[in-house]
């Protein structure tokens, strides 16, 4: 096991706010607490994040931990330059043709909700409103995956039973699977946001869409269509019908309009040169087969579409789909930019059929393409641990975890690894407490997901909480609690309920960042809902640890507090059940203190080097796995989003604004530097 001295953690220097005057530091040294709360807003039973943090009320005077990563030297700071607000990107105004469509087609004008200045008038830029929206789509795909699961097992036990009523014959397996139900999820995903109107976007937009930039990547053209950027999820081109000739701006346009394709390798006549395009119209292909053209096509819907634009000369926005084995469709689609149609013809294609020609060229001054003709080109992450630049420990874990954890220092001169921690891959219990162990367990054989009677899954109300991908365990909504199956239960130790057990699924690196501290970033690209690690330290009592000073890694198990409601918070799905450690001491509306907390200081697992981020892309869950206790439950943390190799993760350390204050009560105020969108500008 590798093992430093303890880290030594830098006191807060003085910072300066506009408008307000400089603040005193603190006569004494505060424990700062982070929160297991998944995030400093109310939380609902989906992904997306409801509203802004209300006050707290009733509240203990220590505040939450806050970690040293976030202090910064005044020195180092009045010497960076100031940050420039992102800019869509525009075309170069030298590729505008003079047509009617350059001025009054524009995302300002013609998008409604989708204008960048928050149409909606919730206090959410339009980056946040997208992902949001993913969120929102992921929880309901998920919820229809699980369903499409049990739906399989109820047909597999029906073939089953039909045999052995049959004396072993085949003869019902035709008519069941008949009667067997559709099989996308991710288009029922689709109906239900199309039913409860979360759509993003529900009209159809031209040209740039606010919070979408080029290389912007989505897993399915099901995440396409309920954000609005292609809105159909199999048509190669989406174009805007006669409808909006009636429309303001419109009326001087021929329609057709088309605004979006999708280039995936389906027709074998397309041609890619990354800036230029040689595009086959829609129609006639061979779509279930080996996608040969086996037709000719019609000057009509799409292929009109893109003529139109080329006479209108409005800017089309092009998407690229390829290859991906993480994707559950097995592809992954890139945003691209905005090209516009410069010529058209007809052509017999390659198996002799009509087909209809697209050449489209893209608009300067925009983003470097991320992908091209035959190679789809990201950041990719290392293969080799050895080589990785500015190595300074092969793996923090020193073997303990199922995969190692290397440490990179690009900051330092000369660079030094993360120092202060032994790690430990499981929680150290503090003498004086007692983890109880009565908790009974499920009777299931194999996987629970297989036993509709699973005990275990009564407890989650009556569905377990996670769906299985590739062998890895996804939840399918953040819960006020999870209850897995434990040491007295009989499943095997792979069954999807024991997920938060499997220890890490997912390639990681602990790397120094530019005003930060150490940070973790992913290798792999992750899935909402999949596991990250643990917060693993020392469990203590609340009580025990309140007299340490510069300790910056203590969490507090605040699970109750989420349960109940409490500080602000939204109840999660689950809320409501009753366990035994809902003592009557707890049922007033005052937020109890946590009784217990993890003190990563000193011992510790990847998850201490975790930043925190006002829009994140983790959120924290608490588990249950051996006992009910809600006060000593496991935090864990989930994949919130879609995080792409290379990209840090981060979770909202859940501090309420002007919560920390110091000895004489005066109110400390620290900058946010998470750099994110909708940054509150403030952790505390």
């Not at 377990?464 to 209850?483: C, H, I, N, T």
């Not at 992750?526 to 990250?532: D, F, Q, S």
Request: overall charge neutral.
């Amino acid at each position: 096991m590798d093992s430093v001295a303890v880290m030594e953690v830098a006191a807060v220097p003085d910072l300066v706010f506009v408008g307000a005057a400089p603040l005193t530091p603190p006569a004494e040294a505060s424990v700062l607490r982070r929160s297991a709360r998944c995030l400093n807003r109310p939380r609902g039973t989906t992904y997306a994040e409801k509203e802004d943090p209300k006050q707290s009320t009733g509240r203990r005077g220590h505040p939450k931990k806050k970690r040293d990563e976030e202090n910064h030297d005044p020195a180092v700071e009045a010497q960076a330059p100031a940050k420039v607000a992102r800019k869509t990107p525009k075309a170069d105004p030298k590729e505008k043709k003079p047509m009617p469509v350059v001025e009054p087609i524009s995302v300002t004008d013609f998008a409604g909700a989708a204008a960048e200045d928050d149409a909606l008038g919730k206090g959410k830029s339009a980056k946040l409103r997208v992902k949001e929206t993913l969120r929102a789509f992921n929880s309901h795909y998920l919820h229809l995956v699980q369903e499409e699961q049990k739906r399989a097992q109820a047909v597999i036990q029906e073939i089953e039973a039909s045999k052995n009523k049959k004396g072993g014959k085949k003869g019902g397996e035709d008519e069941i699977k008949e009667k067997r139900p559709s099989k996308r999820p991710d288009l029922k995903a689709i109906t239900r946001m199309q039913e409860n109107n979360s759509v993003l976007y529900t009209e159809k937009v031209i040209g740039q869409i606010p919070g979408i930039d080029v290389g912007d990547q989505f897993y399915s053209r099901a995440e396409m269509v309920v954000l609005g950027i292609h809105s159909h999820w199999l048509n190669g081109i989406d174009y805007m019908g006669m409808k909006y000739k009636e429309m303001k701006g419109y009326a001087n346009l021929s329609f057709p309009l088309a605004t979006c394709i999708v280039m995936s390798g389906i027709y074998e006549d397309d041609l890619d040169k990354a800036d230029e395009i040689i595009y086959t119209g829609q129609g006639g292909n061979d779509l279930l087969g080996n996608h040969r053209q086996i037709g000719s096509q019609k000057l009509a819907r799409g292929n009109l579409a893109l003529k139109n634009s080329k006479d209108n000369g409005n800017p089309i926005r092009v998407i690229r789909g390829h290859m991906a084995k993480n994707s559950y469709t097995g592809k992954v689609y890139t945003y691209d930019g905005l090209y516009k149609v410069v010529d058209d013809w007809v052509q017999n294609g390659v198996q002799g059929h009509v087909v209809f020609k697209y050449k489209l060229k893209r608009l300067e001054g925009q983003p470097s393409l991320t992908t091209s003709e035959v190679r789809f080109t990201r950041a990719e992450a290392p293969r080799n641990i050895s080589e990785l630049p500015g190595l300074v420990c092969d793996d923090i874990s020193g073997g303990q975890e199922n995969i190692p954890i290397p440490a990179t220092n690009l900051v330092d001169d000369p660079p030094v690894p993360p120092p202060g921690f032994v790690y430990m891959k499981s929680l150290k219990i503090s003498k004086g407490i007692k983890i109880p162990s009565d908790c009974t367990g499920c009777d299931c054989e194999g996987d629970c997901a297989s036993n509709k009677n699973c005990s275990c899954a009564k407890l989650n109300g009556s569905d377990l909480p996670y769906v299985s991908f590739k062998d890895v365990g996804r939840l399918v909504e953040p819960k006020a609690v999870v209850f897995e199956c434990g040491p007295n239960c009989s499943c095997n130790r792979n069954c999807v309920n024991r997920t938060s057990q499997q220890g890490l699924q997912h390639r990681l690196e602990v790397f120094k960042t530019a005003s930060k501290g150490w940070g973790v970033r992913t290798w792999d690209t992750i899935l909402p809902g999949a596991p990250i690690c643990e917060y693993v330290g020392v469990l203590s009592r609340t009580e025990d640890v309140d007299s340490l000073l510069h300790n910056n890694y203590i969490f507090d198990i605040d699970c109750l507090q989420t349960m109940k409601g409490l500080d602000g918070r939204e109840k999660r799905a689950g809320s409501d059940m009753q366990l035994p450690s809902l003592h009557a001491e707890n049922d007033s509306e005052a937020p109890p203190a946590p009784e217990y907390c993890i003190d990563a200081g000193s011992i510790g697992n990847v998850a201490r080097f975790i930043n925190h981020s006002c829009n994140p892309n983790l959120f924290v869950q608490c588990v249950l796995t051996s006992h009910k206790d809600v006060k000593l439950a496991k935090v864990m943390l989930f994949a919130a989003d879609t995080i792409l190799p290379l990209q840090e993760l981060c979770y909202d350390y859940g501090y309420v604004l002007n919560s920390v204050v110091s000895a004489a009560g005066d109110i400390i105020k620290l900058p946010c530097y998470c750099g994110a969108p909708d940054c509150r500008k403030r952790l505390y």
